[in-house]
Structure formats: C-alpha cells, structure tokens
C-alpha cells in the first residue's frame, strides 16, 4: 500500500477517494468493515471459479482445434457430469449467500439505543442537518447548510468538489442515528468509509445508524441523480473525540446557523 | 461498549412498557399493575446505579425529587423517573470511563429518542408522526406543563425535521391536522 502510494506520488490526508484508487476506502464503522471482509469472501471463490473456467476454456480450444482433431467425441449426456455441475455452483453460490444475508440484515439492525440524532436533509443542491436532542422548543436551534467550496476559495490540501463549508461534526465510538431526508427530489447520502448510502426520499424518513470507530474526517457525495449541480452536493463528517463533541457542537455551530 | 449495551438491554422491554400505558391514560383508566411493575425495575436501576459508582448520584436526586403533578401521575411518575433513568445510563457509564470534564455533560447530555420496537425498519416516518401525536394527546389528557409529556416532545423534535413540525403545528392551529389527536 505504501509502495503504491509512493509510486503514484499522492497523499491520502483524509478519507477520500484517491487518483488510481481500486479497493475501498479504509473501514470507519463496523459495517463497512464487514462489507469489505464480505467482499474479499466471495472475490475468493470468485478467482476460483475465473481460474477454473479459463483453464476448461483454454483447454477445449486447444485440444479441440480444428486442424488437431476436427471431429471431437460426440457425447450428448453423461449424468455424473450434469449432476456435479448442478450441485457445485448452488453450493457455492450458498456460501456466499449466507455471509452476504447476515451482513446485509445486521446493517438494518438498530441493536442499543442511539446516543444522538442527526437528520440530514438533501435539497437541490446542499445538505441540511439539523441538530434537535437539545431543543426545547419547536425552533430549531442548531440547524445549518452545508454547501461545496467552489473550486477557486479551496485552500491548499483540500479536496476539489468534496469539501463543505459546514461539516457534520459527530462524536466517535457513539452509536448515532441518521435520519435521512429530502425537501425537493430525490438525493442519497453516502459516505464510503462508513458504509452508508442512504436514499433520501421527500416525505419520508430513513434511519440508519452508525458507529465510527476512529476520528476522523470522512468525505461521501450525494449519490443520486438530483439535477444541474448533483456532482456538486458532497457530504463531510467529523468524527471528534466524545468528549470534544458537546464543546464543539455548543460553540462552533450556533455562530455558524446565526450568519446562515 | 459491552457495559453499555448490558445495561440498555432491559430498558427496551420498559420502553415498550411505557408506550402502552400513555395511550391507555389518554383513552381510558390505566391498569392497576402497571405501577407495581414500573416501581419494582425503578428499584432495580437504582441499586445498579448505585453499585457502580459512578456519578450518576445527580441522575438518582433527579428521580427522587420528581414530584408527582396532577391526580393521575402517581401512576406515571415511576414511569417517567425509569426512563429518564434509562436514557441517562449509557451517557453517564462511558463519561465516567473516559474522564470528562465536569462541564461538558452540562452543557450537552448526549441522549435522544430510543429505538422503538413499534418501528424496526430503516422506515422511520410513523415513529416522527407517532410520537407528535403522543405528545399532542398527553398534552391534552394532563394539560399544558405537564411533566411526564417532555420526553414525547424531546423524541419528536429529535426525530421529526423541523419543516415537518412547523406545517404540523400550523395545521393543527387551523383544524386541518390529519392526524388523531
Ligand atoms: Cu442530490
């Protein structure tokens, strides 16, 4: 890994997608750690079943070309073959069915009760998120936009059409609940590295919810097709330590929703 | 984690327990053994906190002194102390682990609305409406200010979008709420 990145000369500051990247972006949450342990499972019998078909392929052409032997044994049924073929691949295709369903039900699971909820609100197009277990009353006192920095006010280091102005500033090692949302048409929130692409839907709230293991700043985009400025809907969360996460959330986001 | 998890695992079940009881306070008498029941797992939770140290002493004083409001809360306020209860554990354990400073869990306790076993799915738009109309109704079975309705309000602010509350409220100033209130 260290090899490619010097061969490639990039830096990985955060956790982003990287120019030439192939696998996936480094696991945050639990789920993503077992997305891409799923994924390496099934790329297993995947390379199997690759090497076996190339081998009988390259095979049959070989043995059976046409100036070698033009006229090849005529079998037409052979029940020992068929009943092989026919068992094998379903096995298989059992064994990565079982992995993929457990993963894929534990990631719906909502397992202890969550410490915090944010909701997220797509609209066309920038998220809104709304900071709420602290109201006490119905005005919002913690809601704010976060819009993409367009490409001539970046600053050094930062990622051309993935950094927000605002960022979504959660606590790590929390279990946290996302409500997921839109105002207008249809969006998705996506964030890789925690294995999360959510659909946000008009009139209806989706919930998923994450643990970050690490701090961290983790970059996702809108993921689904929303109009002119789709490409331009990116998504960052801040994982902070626990501690610095009700400092922040006081101090830093209630200036930012006064000016916005 | 494992801790936390350990002692959130009975609170569902209770949470559960709770649900039932508002709606039947709002339609008709509730039942006698309830109460017994709530005041017994109150009692539970109050010897786990005390047996773990930890500085939940205040969370204790809080349950204690939260005084029974109108004629029907004395049923109710076991109820309320359990859940305040609940939702306090997990919060207080892990600060107590990780050595806060005094000042953060004043300024923001970190708590929200609980999962709800009525909404499993990732579909989480009845559980918003749901718990609006849970507040509306206990607001209006026990009036305006009354205690025991907070939590139903703290769950629907953290679970509704604030867009969503504004043109509820608005239409149930104008008698168009479509909801049963
Ligand atoms: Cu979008």
Redesign the pocket.
């Known amino acids: 890994m260290i090899v490619l990145k010097w061969l490639f000369l990039t830096i990985s500051p955060c956790d982003a997608a990287e120019p030439w990247q192939l696998g996936s972006q480094d696991a945050a949450t639990p789920i993503m750690q077992g997305i891409i342990d799923l994924h390496h499972d099934i790329f297993f019998f995947l390379i199997l079943i690759l090497v076996f078909v190339l081998w009988i392929l390259v095979r049959a052409l070989w043995h059976f070309h046409y100036k070698e032997n033009a006229i090849p044994q005529r079998i037409v049924h052979g029940t020992t073959i068929e009943i092989l073929r026919t068992i094998f691949p379903s096995l298989i295709s059992m064994f990565i069915a079982i992995p993929s369903f457990a993963l894929l039900y534990s990631m719906d699971e909502v397992v202890v009760d969550p410490a915090i909820t944010i909701k997220a609100i797509?609209h066309?197009?920038y998220w809104t998120y709304e900071y709420s277990d602290y109201n006490s009353s119905d005005e919002q006192s913690l809601t704010f936009d976060s819009y993409m920095i367009p490409e001539e006010d970046l600053e050094l280091g930062q990622s051309r059409l993935l950094e927000v102005d605002n960022r979504v500033v959660v606590p790590a090692k929390t279990h946290l609940r996302i409500i997921v949302t839109s105002a207008d048409v249809p969006?998705s929130w996506a964030v890789p590295s925690s294995g999360v692409k959510c659909d946000a839907v008009p009139g209806r709230l989706n919930q998923i919810s994450i643990l970050v293991q690490r701090e961290g700043v983790y970059y996702g985009q809108?993921s689904?097709i929303?109009g002119t400025n789709?490409a331009f809907?990116p998504i960052v969360v801040e994982a902070v330590p626990r501690k610095d996460y009700g400092s922040r959330v006081s101090n830093q986001l209630i200036p930012q929703t006064g000016e916005a | 984690m494992a801790e936390s998890v350990a002692s959130q695992s009975p609170s569902l079940s209770e949470q559960y327990h709770l649900e039932k009881e508002v709606k039947q306070d709002t339609s008709a008498k509730p039942v006698e053994v309830a109460p017994e029941v709530t005041a017994t797992q109150a009692e539970e939770v109050t010897t786990d906190k005390a047996s773990e140290e930890s500085p939940a002493e205040e969370a204790v004083g809080e349950k204690s002194e939260s005084p029974p409001a109108s004629e029907e809360a004395p049923k109710e306020a076991p109820a309320a102390a359990v859940e305040d209860n609940v939702d306090e554990t997990p919060a207080a354990v892990e600060e107590s682990n990780e050595e806060v400073v005094e000042e953060t869990p004043d300024e923001i306790k970190l708590e929200t609305a609980p999962a709800d076993f009525r909404f499993p799915t990732t579909n989480q738009t009845r559980h918003c409406f749901t718990r609006y109309i849970e507040y509306h109704r206990c607001v209006a079975a026990k009036g305006d200010e009354a205690p025991e309705c907070d939590k139903f309000a703290k769950f629907y602010r953290s679970l509704c979008p604030g867009e969503w509350v504004d043109k509820w409220n608005e239409q149930r100033e104008n008698g168009t709420f479509p909801g049963p209130l």
């Open positions: 797509g066309q197009w969006h809108c689904e929303c789709h809907t």
